[in-house]
Every structure is written in C-alpha cells, then in structure tokens.
C-alpha cells in the first residue's frame, strides 16, 4: 500500500465557484476531470497552451456557465453536446450530455486533484476518454506513482465520414488503481503520450475480493 501522504509544499485547493463542487474529490468515487485544483500553472496543473481551446474560444463567452468553465486558465475545456456532436453511433459508450471535460491535451501536461480517500483498495480505475491517435497516460498519487503507464487505445473509426468527429468518439478504459492510505492526498493525471485526448471522468471503484 502507498504510504505517501499529502505534500506539505502543496499550495493547490481543491476547486470551487458559486455553481460546481466544493472540497476534495473522493476516493473510492467518480473524479471529475475538469476539476482540476485552483493554484494555477505549475501548481494545479501544467498546460503549454497560452489559452482555453474550449471555454471562450469553441464555445462562446456568452453568460452560460458550461460555455465559459474556467475560461480564464490555459486548459482546454469543453463539454459533451447533442446535435450528433457527442451522442452518434460511433460511441463505444454514450456519455450524458452537459458533462465537462479536459480536451486539447499534449504530451507533458498534468493535473492535480486534492483527493479524500475514504476506504481501502485495492481498486479500479476507469477513465471516460476520446483518443482519435490512441495516446498514454499515467497516475500518481503524492508524486509516486501509483500505475505503469497505461496505453490508451484509439477511438478512430474510418466508418465515420465527419472528420471532426473522429474526437468525439467515446469509449471507457479500465487499469487497476493500487490501494492508498486513506486520508488527504494530491492525485495527478499525467499525459504521456500522443495527446489530443479528452477526459472526461475517471471513476475510481474498491474491488471487493
């Protein structure tokens, strides 16, 4: 079991606004991509980007609360629309509707998550995702890590005739997730190869044996 506990340099929160979630996300439970800590670049997370791809670019600055998420931060965000955008029959999975998600990703960029882990593991980890060029992504917890880098399969498919919509093929991955002492800890999402992913969730699960 990982020992690691939470980093005493660690000057990330946990995110909040007026709409979405307050306090840590939990583990065993569904994380949230987009929500990211607050602390900014280097801290929370690190994006080369030098703007949001998706909040006040792709979607317009408009007063709602989904167009403009986090709008003033370099990581892409978008999130799952109707119209044959994110719900068509090319999906492996069909996600809700309205759901956030972290897009525009490059190889080198990371997100924090402050995490409670509120029970022991071991556990799963599955990931609601889009890779048009397959990619990899890896997992630590306190800066140790917690997985081997996971190969993300490509969710192209040649049947579809929308080029755009090559990205907007979801599918779900699940790896295994080791147990962790429960307590406070700092999770990171790391991109390790390929990018141009998008995550959406990552829906951690005790493995009951």
Same mark, same amino acid.
Request: net charge negative.
């Given at each position: 079991?990982?020992? &690691?506990?939470?980093?005493?340099?660690?000057?990330? !929160?946990?995110?909040? +606004?007026? *709409? #979405? @979630?307050?306090?840590?996300?939990?583990?065993?439970?569904?994380?949230?991509?987009?929500?990211?800590?607050?602390?900014?670049?280097?801290?929370?997370?690190?994006?080369?980007?030098?703007?949001?791809?998706?909040?006040?670019?792709?979607?317009?600055?408009?007063?709602?609360?989904?167009?403009?998420?986090?709008?003033?931060?370099?990581?892409?965000?978008?999130?799952?629309?109707?119209?044959?955008?994110?719900?068509?029959?090319?999906?492996?999975?069909?996600?809700?509707?309205?759901?956030?998600?972290? &897009?525009?990703?490059?190889?080198?960029?990371?997100? !924090?998550?402050?995490? +409670?882990? *509120? #029970? @022991?593991?071991?556990?799963?980890?599955?990931?609601?995702?889009?890779?048009?060029?397959?990619?990899?992504?890896?997992?630590?917890?306190?800066?140790?890590?917690?997985?081997?880098?996971?190969?993300?399969?490509?969710?192209?498919?040649?049947?579809?005739?929308?080029?755009?919509?090559?990205?907007?093929?979801?599918?779900?991955?699940?790896?295994?997730?080791?147990?962790?002492?429960?307590?406070?800890?700092?999770?990171?999402?790391?991109?390790?190869?390929?990018?141009?992913?998008?995550?959406?969730?990552?829906?951690?699960?005790?493995?009951?044996?």
């Amino acid at each position: 079991m990982p020992q &690691g506990s939470f980093p005493s340099d660690y000057h990330g !929160r946990p995110f909040h +606004d007026d *709409t #979405g @979630p307050a306090g840590a996300q939990l583990v065993p439970g569904r994380l949230m991509c987009a929500y990211y800590d607050l602390g900014g670049e280097g801290v929370a997370f690190h994006d080369a980007s030098d703007r949001n791809q998706g909040s006040g670019l792709l979607n317009p600055l408009d007063g709602d609360y989904l167009n403009g998420f986090r709008a003033d931060e370099p990581v892409g965000i978008s999130y799952t629309k109707g119209n044959g955008i994110d719900d068509h029959r090319f999906n492996t999975v069909q996600p809700d509707l309205g759901v956030l998600y972290v &897009g525009w990703t490059a190889p080198g960029n990371w997100l !924090r998550y402050t995490v +409670d882990v *509120t #029970g @022991p593991g071991p556990f799963t980890a599955t990931l609601l995702y889009t890779a048009p060029q397959g990619g990899a992504v890896a997992l630590t917890v306190d800066d140790a890590p917690v997985t081997d880098v996971v190969d993300v399969p490509s969710t192209a498919d040649d049947a579809d005739n929308v080029p755009w919509r090559q990205a907007h093929h979801w599918a779900q991955l699940t790896f295994p997730f080791p147990p962790v002492t429960p307590g406070r800890h700092v999770l990171t999402l790391h991109t390790v190869r390929t990018g141009l992913m998008n995550y959406a969730w990552l829906n951690i699960e005790r493995v009951h044996i």
